[in-house]
């Protein structure tokens, strides 16, 4: 590549905005213009791709209704009613409240679709559960916590697969189901490690809630856990687009808080509005900068210059994954998940239909490689919010969380080397791939 080319000099100045602090998406705009400059075109073609691609594609829509669906959860009593269905089930064992952390992240990835809006809504409440009376120290608390969140955008609803399926035209449907075995195989694996640990380290075993109170604690909890099934059934019946269903989630959500539940005020209601507002703004700034970025991906042909340099390496399909998993473990250590899937994934779809790799099981494998970047250190973005929100020294957090990310890596090779691990479902529903 030449150094003093159009495209070298724009991956430079997007570089040097980022590293100054400029939001990604904003250099990413930044120096997709510089390129159409430099390299003659029409510098007006970024603002029509930002609007071709923001406005004309409904998927899109489906991300900010998931992040409100998620507040209206968190100012509720729905996260307290789902908080004690959990420990009912689960707080009875060794090391109880630490499987409580991982089976309510399983029960809030069927309403959320995002890992930091788990973190940051049931992240705290878990905190102070887990660290109360010295049961489990802090640190390890907190680990538990960030990587017990990366279940939630695996199984579906999943903003991460929404994004995806905007840039490999994949049926989010499918990809939602191909979600649900891996992201179980995921909490199985941070259970088997809670459960060795909690032996070794001789964590607390709960008082046991009696059975004649379970029929009640249940009942509480049963329009939250509705939720799922009301969202899912939705979408699989036909009756809902993932894009009407994220509405509805949304709905259902507001509706049971404050009619129902009564727990939400309307400042409450600002609240979360103000929060998803702010959220949905982030990541649209990402998401516009992806699409003016990629248009000068497409210009410069890298998809197929990456996809003739792969060939000339006579990769195997499993050897292209191998491949493709290293350098998304090594990029999540320094770049932000969605930055990701939107600039350097794209790339790799053509290589991986010319192998005749499934994109609905390429598409899981990169979103879990792209989840497990959330907790790898230095930049793993689910780590710093857990050490904030427990004033827990970052090194601590880390060391603690090594063992489940092994674990995780473990059952990420299982995803890759077994694709019906992760098409056995959308198959039994129907998908051809």
């Not at 004649?212 to 939250?224: C, E, G, V």
């Not at 473990?410 to 051809?432: H, N, S």
Request: with cysteine; aromatic share 10%; proline share 6%.
């Amino acid at each position: 590549m030449n150094l003093a080319s159009p495209f070298s000099l724009s991956l430079v100045a997007i570089t040097a905005l980022a590293f100054l602090g400029l939001p990604i998406g904003h250099a990413m705009i930044a120096g997709s213009i510089l390129y159409l400059f430099l390299a003659g075109l029409d510098m007006g073609t970024a603002a029509e791709q930002l609007l071709n691609g923001m406005y004309s594609n409904y998927v899109i829509l489906s991300v900010p209704l998931f992040i409100l669906a998620a507040e209206f959860m968190n100012i509720g009593s729905m996260t307290d009613r789902l908080m004690a269905f959990c420990n009912a089930l689960v707080g009875r064992f060794r090391g109880g409240l630490a499987h409580v952390n991982i089976l309510q992240s399983i029960i809030f990835a069927g309403m959320s679709g995002s890992a930091i809006a788990d973190a940051a809504g049931t992240g705290r409440m878990m905190q102070a559960m887990m660290t109360r009376d010295g049961r489990y120290p802090a640190s390890y608390a907190a680990a538990l916590t960030a990587v017990s969140s990366v279940i939630g955008p695996i199984i579906p609803p999943s903003i991460p697969m929404v994004l995806y399926a905007l840039v490999s035209d994949a049926s989010i449907g499918f990809l939602f189901l191909g979600g649900v075995v891996p992201g179980l195989l995921m909490a199985l694996s941070q259970m088997i490690i809670v459960a060795t640990t909690a032996r070794r380290r001789n964590f607390p075993v709960e008082k046991p809630v009696p059975l004649r109170k379970l029929p009640r604690i249940t009942w509480d909890a049963f329009p939250s856990l509705m939720m799922p099934v009301v969202l899912l059934g939705g979408i699989y019946s036909g009756v809902m687009t993932p894009t009407e269903a994220a509405a509805v989630a949304a709905a259902y959500a507001l509706v049971i808080s404050a009619g129902l539940y009564r727990s939400v005020s309307w400042r409450d209601f600002y609240y979360a509005l103000a929060v998803s507002a702010r959220t949905t703004a982030s990541i649209g700034m990402l998401i516009a900068g992806a699409l003016v970025f990629n248009y000068v991906v497409t210009v410069e042909n890298i998809p197929e210059g990456v996809k003739a340099l792969l060939a000339g390496w006579n990769l195997s399909p499993i050897g292209f994954l191998i491949f493709v998993n290293v350098l998304l473990l090594l990029l999540g250590c320094v770049l932000e998940g969605t930055a990701i899937l939107l600039i350097v994934v794209p790339v790799f779809i053509p290589t991986a239909q010319a192998l005749g790799i499934d994109l609905v099981h390429f598409g899981v494998v990169v979103v879990v490689n792209i989840m497990i970047g959330l907790i790898t250190p230095p930049y793993g973005l689910l780590l710093f919010i857990m050490a904030n929100i427990s004033g827990e020294p970052l090194r601590d957090i880390v060391r603690d969380s090594l063992p489940f990310l092994f674990a995780m890596i473990v059952a990420l090779a299982i995803l890759t080397f077994v694709p019906d691990t992760v098409l056995w479902l959308p198959r039994l529903f129907g998908y051809q791939g």
